[in-house]
């Protein structure tokens, strides 16, 4: 079946450190990649997004490539701040599925120190 | 704005009572999903709704039920409150595949 797996946090940075945070897929034909971030205490926002190979999802400064050969949608940030300390969640979307039912990584903790 | 809220944000119950989640969106979203979050496991999908009378059990359906009258609600019930269904439930809405999904900020449910 379907899989997202994340690298295991907690991860620590000091601020203006470069990020990743390592997501790779199983899915039968062309899934739908997300990254969603989750501040303590709220529920999930959308971060980014890619339908399609070799697509760039980007936001807030954050990106992510949609890598069809390696099935894999890492997350990227040049420079990390405080603010950006939250728990960060990688999904797809299975392209067979009308309803966009997502299916979650673990989710990876992200920690940045000033 | 329309917006997708859950009821009540905290609920302490005992073991083996009903207890019922509120979900409610103004979005005009077709598809609603309940998932769990626990530590370790991430988000893990309950039951799900494609539309007005379609309900779905995801990967953790035992124990719970939902029920789809209106394209803006969907409750999720606890049929008997057990120690294990202590989590963060979470709500969500989309309306297309390729959208992703609105969430819900969390309702925290602990049961005693």
């Known amino acids: 079946g379907n899989s997202v797996t994340q690298m295991e946090g907690p991860v620590t940075l000091s601020e203006e450190a470069f990020l990743t945070i390592n997501c790779t897929y199983t899915?039968?034909?062309?899934?739908?990649l997300f990254w969603y971030v989750q501040y303590p205490g709220e529920g999930l926002q959308l971060l980014l997004k890619?339908?399609?190979?070799?697509d760039k999802g980007s936001n807030k400064g954050f990106e992510a490539t949609y890598r069809k050969e390696t099935t894999s949608f890492h997350l990227e940030k040049g420079s990390v701040q405080v603010s950006d300390s939250a728990v960060y969640f990688c999904?797809?979307?299975?392209?067979?599925?009308?309803?966009?039912?997502?299916?979650f990584g673990q989710g990876t903790e992200l920690s940045v120190k000033p | 704005d329309a917006e997708i809220t859950q009821s009540p944000r905290h609920k302490i119950t005992e073991t083996g009572r009903q207890v019922t989640l509120a979900c409610h969106q103004t979005?005009?979203?077709?598809?609603m999903f309940w998932y769990r979050q626990d530590l370790g496991h991430g988000l893990r999908l309950i039951h799900y709704?494609?539309?007005?009378?379609?309900?779905n059990k995801g990967e953790v359906s035992d124990g719970y039920s939902v029920s789809r009258s209106n394209t803006e609600d969907l409750p999720l019930t606890l049929e008997s409150a057990a120690s294990s269904q202590t989590s963060v439930y979470f709500c969500?809405?989309?309306?297309?595949?390729?959208?992703?999904?609105?969430f819900g900020s969390g309702t925290r449910l602990t049961v005693v």
């Open positions: 709704s494609y539309g007005v009378q379609d309900t």
């Open positions: 969500a809405s989309s309306d297309y595949r390729d959208h992703g999904y609105t």
């Open positions: 899915a039968t034909g062309y899934p739908s």
């Open positions: 999904a797809l979307s299975d392209r067979g599925n009308q309803g966009g039912k997502l299916i």
């Open positions: 979005w005009n979203h077709n598809n």
């Open positions: 890619a339908t399609k190979a070799d």
